[in-house]
């Protein structure tokens, strides 16, 4: 039978529900005919005409998955529409919308969870369905597209002709993928705004007010994006994360971090900054975020390949980003030691605190451009040693630029500070202190900073 899978491809418990479209106890019909999700749809301005950013997303999909048709699909009650389609054709290449009886993503939102089908004519779920017995679809994995409540919009799907068995890998690949689909409708419906009357609360409100509500929004975006790090990734091998809003209005955007394991058993280690400070950069943050944990995902050679797949890909999606990134991967060597390989694409290098408190910039000979700006391909790797004892900080620059010290005054604060302090225990407990001493309570940017402690 088709599967409703979790984001990680593991099937559901039983009791499991899924936000305010998708519980297991309503009806699927219950979960289409949902008002706030129909009023999110609505409020995307999205239709059955192409848009362009759902187009490639959808082409990359298809691309990795190797698949001859992939689509954005957003599904009403009585119809879906693609506003992202890569692989169809014909008739259905034109109109970009089909009646719900073709819908197979209508499952995806039915059960607010991804939905996997190997052999549909084999599948009851699926096997009467006019996509099976009328579009030749052989095989189907569709993950949900979300709004910021929770609501199932729609399905970043992949059909294959044939059966195929979609592997866990395939699935995660999908559901990151999906999430530049999700970041994307978000700022849409953030940026649609309802007709006005006299009644409007947002009309009454003051300039001030108007930029606490626009602030907090970014705010909630931004720390929806950011993720439970794996606090040991690695044995021996400990992680922690603080990110921290400017207390300056409107000053709230574009820096992340992140952490994964990869497939190869490396851990994978970001830090990022998107220029702005406001709904956008937040939520182009999130696009840059998903699609470079994607990238990852798939088999490289080094950070500097995923650094300049990802300067292909946001030029091809057409990420207006201006953002900046260390990218870097920890690995447990052959004879048990640990190495740190990364690569940087204009972010201010890592700081790494060895055992003996002494402190190192993790610095390329020459500077490598900006993500997006690399056409060539061509970055650089650095790689070093870890042992027992070293601190590794990643960090964005709200951390140590400030307007009344010079950026060179504010590294070197931090270099003393952070070997002061290396012996904290703690290193959720060391990353509060290392702000708390660098900024203060008045900062002007917001801060994210990823700590990695090999012990």
Not at 28 to 37: I, S, V
Not at 387 to 404: A, K, N, P, Q, W
Not at 411 to 435: K, P, Q
């Amino acid at each position: 039978m088709g599967k409703a899978l979790s984001a990680n491809g593991v099937p559901p418990k039983p009791e499991a529900g899924s936000g305010p479209s998708g519980p297991l106890a309503r009806s699927g019909q219950d979960a289409l005919e949902d008002p706030g999700r129909l009023d999110a749809l609505a409020r995307t301005g999205l239709d059955s005409v192409a848009d362009p950013r759902f187009d490639r997303v959808a082409h990359l999909a298809r691309r990795l998955l190797g698949v001859p048709l992939a689509l954005v699909s957003l599904v009403e009650v009585k119809r879906q529409f693609f506003p992202g389609q890569s692989g169809l054709s014909g008739v259905d290449a034109d109109a970009r919308e089909t009646d719900i009886s073709r819908s197979l993503c209508r499952f995806v939102v039915e059960s607010g969870r991804p939905f996997v089908v190997a052999d549909t004519l084999a599948d009851p779920m699926t096997r009467t369905s006019r996509a099976v017995v009328e579009d030749d679809i052989g095989s189907y994995a569709g993950v949900p597209v979300t709004d910021d409540d929770g609501h199932v919009l729609g399905a970043l799907c992949a059909v294959e002709r044939a059966p195929r068995v979609w592997t866990e890998d395939d699935v995660t690949l999908l559901a990151e993928l999906a999430e530049l689909c999700s970041a994307e409708l978000r700022l849409k419906i953030l940026h649609g705004r309802p007709p006005a009357d006299d009644g409007d609360a947002l009309a009454a409100l003051s300039v001030d007010e108007l930029q606490d509500v626009h602030r907090f929004t970014a705010e909630a975006l931004q720390r929806s994006l950011l993720t439970d790090l794996p606090r040991e990734p690695l044995p021996g091998v400990r992680l922690a994360g603080l990110y921290r809003p400017a207390t300056e209005a409107l000053q709230v955007g574009g820096d992340w971090y992140d952490a994964f394991l990869l497939p190869t058993g490396r851990a994978a280690l970001v830090v990022g900054d998107v220029a702005g400070h406001d709904v956008t950069a937040a939520a182009i943050m999130g696009q840059l975020r998903t699609l470079l944990r994607g990238v990852a995902f798939h088999e490289h050679g080094s950070p500097s390949e995923v650094l300049a797949h990802v300067d292909r890909a946001s030029v091809g999606l057409s990420l207006d980003a201006l953002a900046t990134c260390v990218y870097a991967e920890v690995e447990r060597r052959p004879d048990g030691g640990l190495r740190l390989h990364l690569s940087n694409a204009g972010h201010l290098p890592p700081l790494i605190v060895c055992s003996d408190g002494s402190t190192a910039s993790l610095a390329a000979r020459d500077a490598d451009l900006l993500l997006g700006f690399a056409a060539d391909g061509l970055r650089q790797d650095l790689s070093r040693p870890l042992s027992s004892g070293d601190l590794v900080l990643m960090f964005s620059d709200g951390l140590v630029e400030t307007r009344e010290e010079s950026l060179e005054r504010g590294l070197a604060r931090l270099h003393a500070v952070a070997a002061a302090a290396r012996g904290t225990e703690d290193l959720d407990a060391f990353c509060a202190h290392v702000v708390s001493e660098l900024t203060g309570d008045d900062r002007r940017d917001d801060v994210a900073l990823l700590a990695l402690r090999v012990s």
